[in-house]
């Protein structure tokens, strides 16, 4: 069983930077593969960006390629997307997830954290 915990949303203006965490417990995180979802309002919820497990190869939306990066510290069992050119589009609630298998449907996954919301404004 893993238990995924998440921190770090909020509010920023256009063009900033936000990092998002999610700690794991009851498995290392370096032995399965995350990812981080969204979800705006009126919408289904997207893949944004997935990291496998070991090898760590990872994968990106096109919306946000270039501007986001997913990363895990396994020592500190936790995995990170650091969001930087923050757009208004790009308001969400955020969920990590992880799962034996990085892929971009969110069938794949297991586990779930709460998620967050992350506003970008204008």
């Known amino acids: 069983q893993v238990q995924l915990v998440e921190s770090g949303g909020g509010l920023v203006q256009a063009g900033g930077s936000l990092r998002r965490s999610c700690a794991a417990s009851?498995?290392?995180?370096?032995?399965?593969?995350m990812a981080w979802f969204r979800q705006a309002p009126g919408k289904e919820r997207e893949f944004v960006a997935s990291?496998?497990?070991?090898?760590?190869?990872?994968d990106y939306a096109a919306s946000v390629k270039g501007r986001f990066t997913i990363s895990r510290d396994n020592a500190k069992n936790t995995g990170y997307l650091q969001m930087t050119s923050l757009k208004p589009e790009d308001t969400a609630v955020y969920y990590c997830a992880a799962g034996d298998v990085a892929t971009m449907r969110r069938q794949t996954y297991d586990y779930w954290g709460q998620g967050t919301q992350v506003t970008v404004s204008s």
């Open positions: 009851g498995r290392t995180v370096i032995s399965y593969a």
């Open positions: 990291i496998s497990g070991y090898v760590g190869r990872t």
